[in-house]
């Protein structure tokens, strides 16, 4: 997996307070650094498309792949992985700033929602304009499938 293919990339720190000195970051404290970057993506291409039609969180899969320690330096990444009628997939990941080695993975599903109804809805184009213009490419579309991953 290579630090260029992704879209918004930023250097963050593995967080030093939440465990003893020395000790390994927590799996709890991975996901909400792996969470912001996604929770930024969304908002980015939410604003960009002043498209207040909601979407939310509908799975989120992480893997583990090697430890880290309290301020270690990341680089975190967050890409648009593919997309259906309903649903976009993004993908992140978080590497030893120092080594490349990937620390960990995560694919966060995001539903559009029909904020009357509460129900799964279409992407509305101006968000999607959105995300392939932050994206700087066309987002493979994945046709016939409801939930991507």
């Given at each position: ?36 970057g ?11 498309a ?92 994945l ?7």
């Open positions: 997996m290579d630090v260029a293919a992704f879209t918004l990339i930023e250097d963050v720190v593995a967080p030093e307070d939440t465990q003893p000195p020395g000790a390994h970051v927590v799996d709890f404290e991975i996901q909400k650094l792996l969470s912001r996604w929770q930024q993506y969304v908002a980015l291409v939410r604003d960009a002043g498209d207040d039609h909601g979407v939310a969180v509908r799975k989120i899969t992480t893997s583990f792949e090697s430890e880290c320690h309290g301020g270690d330096r990341l680089v975190r990444g967050v890409r648009a992985l593919h997309r259906t009628r309903r649903s976009y997939v993004l993908e992140e990941a978080l590497w030893d700033a120092t080594t490349a080695r990937l620390v960990a993975t995560s694919w966060v599903v995001m539903a559009s929602v029909d904020p009357e109804t509460g129900r799964a809805a279409p992407i509305r184009a101006a968000l999607w304009e959105a995300v392939e213009s932050f994206e700087g490419h066309p987002v493979e579309t046709e016939g499938s409801s939930t991507p991953a």
